[in-house]
């Protein structure tokens, strides 16, 4: 199995999107090993939802650097939500990385979950893009991230096979709602929504 190298990422955003599900995300060492089952592709300038709609700014700038490097952020006071960066450097895009099937490390993940209380399924620890943060401890501190580098904390293999994708407008944003631009593993519990 062979870690995804930039070429990957310096792509168009919806191909890198699709073509994330069903890859794996490897965390500490291959400790933590994740299948992503649902991202969401946001296009930069010409995306309302974007966060580089407006521009190159403080907060948007890793979206226009160099691909393959991570975008973390933190929305509503309380959730990480951690995206890759695609595209060409200087032309933003990145894919908001929503949810995945826990393949190997789960007591790891299940003890980061621990503090939201209750009995998580195993299909649930990282559903949504919160969780998906919480569960494989994702933070702010991972912000600029470069998932391509050797010896990475977070580092993506590809995926083996073709999944079934099913494809659907984006979700809890406030423009641009109408674009299909959430890909999910079609019919896997983890996915945060059902299509």
Not at 3 to 13: A, P, S, Y
Not at 106 to 113: C, G
Not at 121 to 126: E, F, I, S, V
Request: aromatic share 6%; glycine share 10%; with cysteine.
């Amino acid at each position: 199995m062979a870690f995804t190298g930039r070429d990957f990422f310096d792509r168009d955003t919806v191909t890198v999107a699709r073509e994330l599900i069903g890859a794996r995300v490897c965390l500490d060492g291959d400790t933590v090993v994740a299948r992503l089952v649902e991202v969401e592709a946001y296009l930069g300038e010409d995306d309302l939802a974007s966060h580089a709609y407006r521009g190159l700014t403080p907060r948007s700038q890793i979206m226009f650097g160099e691909p393959g490097h991570l975008y973390v952020y933190f929305v509503y006071g309380m959730h990480h939500c951690a995206n890759l960066v695609t595209e060409a450097r200087g032309k933003a895009g990145a894919v908001l990385l929503r949810a995945a099937a826990v393949e190997q490390g789960a007591d790891t993940i299940r003890s980061r979950r621990a503090a939201t209380g209750g009995q998580i399924a195993d299909d649930r620890l990282l559903s949504g893009p919160g969780n998906f943060c919480r569960g494989l401890g994702i933070t702010r501190d991972d912000n600029g991230l470069d998932v391509c580098s050797v010896g990475a904390r977070l580092r993506v293999i590809p995926a083996d096979d073709v999944p079934n994708i099913a494809t659907a407008p984006r979700i809890g944003i406030r423009h641009n709602t109408e674009a299909a631009l959430r890909f999910c593993l079609a019919g896997h519990p983890a996915i945060s929504i059902p299509i």
